[in-house]
């Protein structure tokens, strides 16, 4: 059951507006269930394998797009990052926004940790935001999520009068440029694809974050993201003995 809101604000945190609106996204053509390893393409088909640790409930219906299974996160990983965000956020953080929602995973699980007053996920592909609200609801979560259907750089901007950046968490899992990422011995994040660490800090301003980020990722250059006087916390996330990624949990400048 979602969580009702608190007196002094509504369900997101935010000023009433229509940007804001929760609708309803139909499954597409690019929106898929795949049952055979036949019929999944070849460059996805390691994923496939490892379909149930992305998805427990996978064989319930969790639909993902071909794309979206770069980039989902590991059910276990977005389970303990949901976890950690708990334990180190104050209480007065009561809205997380999940700027790259993907396939829904971190958003679930942002759910399912019973933190939040408010959760809003933020896709800008029509099809890959289908299926997220999609697996949401195998999980029973859907209607706990407010559902953005835009560009979170667009979004960002366009409400960063309403937003209440005192009571608020992003969280960014980027696109990491494509699978070669993890062919560069240290990541430069200065040139990740299609948005750079400093244009995703930069939109972030004023708001604590925690940026999910290659294992491999410059630690200087997340050093350097630090507030003065403050510390960026950096946590490496394994699964069966082998780091997934990282995530850098910045403060907001004071």
């Known amino acids: 059951m979602a969580r009702q809101p608190e007196e002094d604000f509504n369900m997101n945190g935010v000023d009433s507006s229509p940007t804001l609106e929760s609708k309803s996204f139909s499954?597409?053509?690019?929106?898929?269930?795949?049952?055979?390893?036949?019929?999944?393409?070849?460059?996805?088909?390691?994923?496939?394998?490892?379909?149930?640790?992305?998805?427990?409930?996978?064989?319930?219906?969790?639909?993902?797009?071909?794309?979206?299974?770069?980039?989902?996160?590991?059910?276990?990983?977005?389970?303990?990052?949901?976890?950690?965000?708990?334990?180190?956020?104050?209480?007065?953080?009561?809205?997380?926004?999940?700027?790259?929602?993907g396939a829904g995973?971190?958003?679930?699980?942002f759910a399912l940790s019973n933190r939040w007053s408010a959760i809003i996920a933020i896709e800008k592909e029509a099809s890959v935001i289908a299926c997220a609200q999609n697996n949401a609801r195998i999980y029973g979560v859907a209607d706990q999520i407010t559902w953005i259907n835009d560009d979170s750089f667009s979004y960002l901007k366009q409400n960063q009068t309403s937003i209440d950046r005192s009571k608020t968490v992003i969280f960014a899992s980027p696109p990491w440029g494509g699978p070669n990422y993890s062919l560069d011995g240290v990541f430069n994040l200065k040139t990740m694809l299609p948005y750079s660490i400093?244009?995703?800090?930069?939109?972030?301003?004023?708001?604590?974050?925690?940026?999910?980020?290659?294992?491999?990722?410059?630690?200087?250059?997340?050093?350097?993201?630090?507030?003065?006087?403050?510390?960026?916390?950096?946590?490496?996330y394994c699964m069966e003995g082998a780091s997934k990624a990282l995530v850098a949990y910045v403060p907001a400048v004071a």
């Open 105 to 109: 995973g971190n958003a679930i699980a």
């Open 27 to 101: 499954l597409t053509d690019d929106c898929h269930h795949y049952q055979r390893r036949a019929d999944v393409p070849w460059d996805i088909q390691k994923y496939w394998e490892q379909r149930y640790s992305i998805f427990s409930l996978y064989d319930e219906g969790i639909h993902m797009t071909d794309d979206a299974w770069f980039g989902v996160t590991p059910e276990p990983v977005a389970r303990q990052i949901a976890s950690d965000l708990v334990a180190s956020t104050p209480s007065s953080k009561t809205v997380i926004i999940d700027i790259f929602a």
């Open 198 to 236: 400093k244009d995703i800090h930069t939109a972030c301003e004023g708001m604590d974050s925690a940026l999910f980020l290659p294992r491999t990722s410059n630690l200087k250059q997340i050093a350097r993201l630090a507030p003065k006087g403050k510390k960026v916390e950096v946590v490496q």
